[in-house]
């Protein structure tokens, strides 16, 4: 059984620099491609960052120079370093993992990140 397990989500605010943390379990973590994604009330989810077996990256245009994604393999891991936060990062944040284009999409629960004063 393949589970994903956000934490380190919470009121943040602005300017904070919080960190989430995915831990996966049920999937031959190294060969997966890991992201995260978020939703904010009223829109689609949008991908925000990624990272795949070999550890290359790309991101979301909004958050670029501010957000880093980055995976631990020994410990069955992905993290989201989020930097100088704003208003509009305030959403839910998904971890997600697939193993290939087309293959089985598994999410995580969903952790909520509020940035407000």
């Known amino acids: 059984q393949v589970q994903l397990v956000e934490s380190g989500g919470g009121l943040v605010q602005p300017g904070g620099s919080p960190r989430l943390s995915c831990a996966a379990s049920?999937?031959?973590?190294?060969?997966?491609?890991m992201g995260w994604f978020r939703q904010a009330p009223g829109k689609q989810r949008e991908l925000v960052a990624r990272?795949?077996?070999?550890?290359?990256?790309n991101y979301l245009d909004s958050v670029k120079d501010r957000f880093t994604i980055s995976r631990d393999n020994a410990k069955n891991t992905v993290s989201l370093q989020m930097n100088s936060l704003k208003s509009e990062d305030t959403a839910v944040y998904y971890c997600?993992?697939?193993?290939?284009?087309?293959?089985?999409?598994?999410w995580g629960q969903g952790t909520q990140v509020t940035v407000s004063s």
């Open positions: 997600n993992a697939q193993a290939f284009t087309g293959g089985p999409n598994y």
């Open positions: 049920g999937i031959i973590f190294s060969i997966y491609r």
């Open positions: 990272i795949t077996s070999g550890g290359s990256t």
